[in-house]
């Protein structure tokens, strides 16, 4: 035990020494002040393009640490940040959001989640008119993760409680479509022939 004891008192020594903290820093340097949802998205709207995600989630999302997600805390509630989301986001020009929701939220029963009947038809009412696509949650995780890789992916932490509500804005370009993409590699085909 005498050994035992020496060594911890050795290893302490020896770290205290070479710079690294035994003690947790001072609670300032860890704590996180909230912002909003319009100052975090304009602050970066300029730099973002298509194949940028922004996600505004709910307070279990779990803190992810690929180094291409940042993730904010803004608070509040989910509905009014998606709201204030896609605000944002219409008056860009050179980018617009698909919407893509957790396909399990339809399924949610309002006995194991209450208020998630009220929450839904909000968010019916804020993405009518936007581009929706349903998938299961961890599909769009996949792609979340796939897309940090290579592009940067801003995850917007709110105060909301309920399960699989979770919405996700993947950006396209705003003055090119698909339709125009589609006609563009047919035209290169064409001329490569």
Same mark, same amino acid.
């Given at each position: 035990? +005498? $050994?035992?004891? =020496?060594?911890?008192?050795?290893?302490?020594?020896?770290?205290?020494?070479?710079?690294?903290?035994?003690?947790?820093?001072?609670?300032? %340097?860890?704590?996180?002040?909230?912002?909003?949802?319009?100052?975090?998205?304009?602050?970066?709207?300029?730099?973002?393009? !298509?194949?940028?995600?922004? =996600?505004?989630?709910?307070?279990?999302?779990? +803190?992810? #640490? =690929?180094?291409?997600?940042?993730?904010?805390?803004?608070?509040?509630?989910?509905?009014?940040?998606?709201?204030?989301?896609?605000?944002?986001?219409?008056?860009?020009? !050179?980018?617009?959001?698909?919407?893509?929701?957790?396909?399990?939220?339809?399924?949610?029963? %309002?006995?194991?989640?209450?208020?998630? #009947?009220? *929450?839904?038809?909000?968010?019916?009412?804020?993405?009518?008119?936007?581009?929706?696509?349903?998938?299961? !949650?961890?599909?769009?995780?996949?792609?979340?993760? %796939?897309?940090? $890789? +290579?592009?940067?992916? +801003?995850?917007? $932490?709110?105060?909301? #409680?309920?399960?699989? #509500?979770?919405?996700?804005?993947?950006?396209?370009?705003? *003055?090119?479509?698909?339709?125009? %993409? $589609?006609?563009?590699?047919?035209?290169?085909?064409?001329?490569?022939?």
């Amino acid at each position: 035990m +005498l $050994k035992t004891v =020496a060594f911890s008192l050795a290893l302490a020594g020896s770290l205290s020494l070479s710079g690294c903290k035994t003690t947790p820093p001072p609670a300032e %340097e860890v704590s996180m002040s909230k912002t909003s949802v319009s100052d975090e998205i304009s602050s970066r709207l300029d730099l973002y393009g !298509h194949r940028n995600w922004i =996600a505004i989630v709910d307070s279990a999302y779990p +803190l992810q #640490t =690929a180094p291409g997600i940042d993730t904010v805390v803004v608070g509040g509630e989910q509905v009014d940040a998606v709201k204030k989301a896609l605000e944002v986001l219409k008056n860009a020009k !050179h980018v617009y959001p698909n919407v893509y929701v957790d396909n399990e939220l339809a399924y949610v029963a %309002e006995e194991n989640a209450k208020g998630i #009947t009220a *929450y839904r038809q909000e968010l019916d009412q804020v993405i009518a008119g936007s581009v929706v696509k349903k998938l299961p !949650h961890e599909d769009i995780i996949k792609k979340l993760d %796939e897309a940090s $890789k +290579l592009f940067s992916v +801003l995850i917007i $932490k709110t105060d909301c #409680t309920m399960p699989y #509500t979770s919405v996700f804005l993947e950006l396209e370009c705003g *003055y090119w479509n698909p339709e125009s %993409e $589609k006609a563009l590699r047919d035209a290169v085909a064409q001329g490569g022939k």
